[in-house]
């Protein structure tokens, strides 16, 4: 198929980008660059630079006869979400839209949609599967329901298919080494540590060691990159064949702890990665843990390079070439 995938040159979107390149696709990239990089780009794509809010630029992009796109321009900080609202509606509610209508003036009616695990909120009961209420406790997690919601109104209005990936903690980076590019000023816990560990930060901050958790530290579902990747190929596949939409969570469906990955990278890093203990960050629940048995019986998906050592170990590589 050609493939769309706008968002293409950041750390989610090149490593999308690279497996759709990797299974045999067409594969061109629309990226403004404000958090994406010219490393993150890949000698068979073709480029446009533009941004998702010039609709005349975006339509003039898809007019190149794509089968599909796949959209992961977003911002993504749940925390500056809520001081800065007016940022996230422009760039994901309003951005998106303009990405909807200018597809279905280009008549591509297929779209893969990077959403979050955000759009559930503090969780009711664990693991989280697709049937878990839906209530949002930051405007970014807001942002990507209302997306979802949208998408839902064009597959019943205009016969758009889509694809809404509910992504639990996105990290690591690709295990061959093909990804340059790193993470400008990340807010994630992974990043924040390898920052620390090749010193472009003094220390970490653990938020809170009083959470009713194996050692009192926040426990997350962090799912490789390259898996979320194959994640958007399976999705895309599916909704093709079955001329349906879905809405499916992509975890690992295990938890690790801050402590449980502070330890493996000072391991694997030999650096000593100081570490001082603060108050809880408001808003963070204690366990976030998916369920993923949606993905893997409609799409045969699983996560395969989720393991805490590969998450720890790419990641790594990657900081310590930049150094
Ligand atoms: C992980 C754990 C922190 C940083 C966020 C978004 C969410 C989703 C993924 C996109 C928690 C702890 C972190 C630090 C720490 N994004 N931590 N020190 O909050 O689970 O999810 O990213 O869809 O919407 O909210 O991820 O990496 O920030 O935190 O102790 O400097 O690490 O408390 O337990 P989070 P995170």
Known sequence: MKILVVGGAGYIGSHVAREFLDSGHQVDVYDNLSTGSRDNLFPEEGFTEGDILDYPRLRDAMGLGYDA?????????????????????????????NIINAALERGIARIVFSSSAAAYGEPKYLPIDEKHPTEPENFYGFTKLEIERILGWYDRLKGIRYAALRYFNAAGYDVRGRIAGLEKSPANLIPVIMET?????QELQVFGTDYQTKDGTGVRDYVHVS?????????????SRNDKSLVVNLGSEEG???????????????KPIPAKIVPRRPGDPARLVASSRLARELLGWEARESDLETLVRTTWEAYSRKR
């Open 69 to 97: 796109l796949i959209h992961l321009a977003a911002a993504k900080a749940a925390g500056e979400s809520m001081v800065k609202p007016e940022k996230y509606s422009l760039q994901n509610l309003n951005g998106t839209v």
């Open 197 to 201: 560990a090749v010193g472009m930060r």
């Open 227 to 239: 898996d979320l990747a194959r994640g958007h190929v399976a999705a895309l596949d599916w909704i």
């Open 256 to 270: 690790l702890s801050v402590f449980d990955i502070l330890e493996c990278a000072r391991r694997i890093s030999g």
